[in-house]
């Protein structure tokens, strides 16, 4: 199953503690959106999943500074708006991402 799995929406389940590191074994996962719970650490970088396309964790309580996600040749959509998190913006944000693409990204709080 977790080869196979490619879309994971868990989103309004009043989920806590933080993101299990057994997400990283869905290596084709191409979407993951778990907005609108209560998840809490830092926010994972999911380096395994090169696939990824669109992460959604808003409306979280994820702390800590923002990942570069400089992997994640694919990843097009980020949306971690409120959440706590704090300090800049990494330098290598999405660096893999070809200059072309369009990209969205909501940092908003």
Do not use: Q, W
Not at 64 to 79: A, E
Not at 98 to 103: D, I, K, L, N, T
């Amino acid at each position: 199953l977790g080869r196979s799995l490619v879309d994971v929406d868990i989103r309004f389940n009043n989920l806590d503690g933080p993101i299990p590191p057994e997400i990283s074994s869905l290596v084709n996962l191409e979407t993951f959106t778990c907005s609108h719970n209560a998840f809490t650490g830092t926010v994972p970088e999911l380096t395994a999943i090169r696939t990824l396309t669109t992460l959604r964790m808003s409306d979280n309580r994820f702390t800590g500074t923002l990942p570069s996600f400089s992997k994640h040749p694919l990843l097009k959509s980020i949306d971690l708006s409120e959440n706590g998190l704090v300090g800049p913006i990494p330098g290598t944000l999405l660096s893999s991402v070809a200059e072309s693409e369009e990209v969205y990204l909501d940092l908003s709080s």
